[in-house]
C-alpha cells in the first residue's frame, strides 16, 4: 500500500511539473485552474505519504 501511495504522489509531482513547464498561465504566484488542480492533487498526495512516513 505505500509504495502504491508512493508512486501516485511521484506521479502527481511529475503532471504537476509537466504542466507548469508548458503553461503559460502559470507562475509561482498563481496558477491557472488545472495547475491548481494539479498541485492541490500533489500536495495532499505528499502530506498523506509523508505522515504515513512518520507513523513508520
Same mark, same amino acid.
Given at each position: 500500500?505505500? +509504495?502504491?501511495?508512493?508512486?501516485?504522489?511521484?506521479?502527481?509531482?511529475?503532471?504537476?511539473? +509537466?504542466? +507548469?513547464?508548458? !503553461?503559460? &498561465? !502559470?507562475? &509561482?504566484?498563481?496558477? !491557472?485552474?488545472? =495547475?491548481?488542480?494539479?498541485?492541490?492533487?500533489?500536495?495532499?498526495?505528499?502530506?498523506?505519504?509523508?505522515?504515513?512516513?512518520?507513523? =513508520?
Amino acid at each position: 500500500m505505500a +509504495e502504491d501511495l508512493y508512486g501516485r504522489y511521484m506521479a502527481a509531482a511529475r503532471a504537476y511539473r +509537466e504542466h +507548469e513547464q508548458q !503553461c503559460t &498561465s !502559470c507562475s &509561482s504566484a498563481a496558477r !491557472c485552474g488545472a =495547475g491548481q488542480r494539479l498541485y492541490d492533487l500533489f500536495s495532499q498526495l505528499q502530506d498523506a505519504y509523508l505522515a504515513r512516513q512518520r507513523r =513508520g
